[in-house]
């Protein structure tokens, strides 16, 4: 099923981290959220609007918050 490739490939990108995806009807948020007990300690959020050239899609939030996490 393709939905669990997805939540597949965020456990692969974000281990340690506890993940939520919030859909709206515009976008959507992706929060990648620490957890002590994981390992982690800092939590990270982006967004998406699909009428945002830059910001247009879940994959973008996702780089995004790569960038952020490598610019610790």
């Avoid at 948020?29 to 830059?54: F, I, K, P, Q």
Wanted: proline share 3%.
């Amino acid at each position: 099923m393709i939905y669990q490739d997805l939540i597949d490939q965020l456990k692969k990108d974000f281990p340690g981290y506890h993940f939520e995806i919030t859909i709206f009807p515009t976008g959507g948020m992706l929060d990648v959220n620490a957890c002590e007990e994981c390992g982690t300690t800092e939590s990270y959020h982006a967004s998406w609007r699909y009428h945002n050239e830059e910001r247009n899609s879940m994959d973008k939030a996702v780089e995004e918050i790569k960038r952020k996490m490598e610019g610790k």
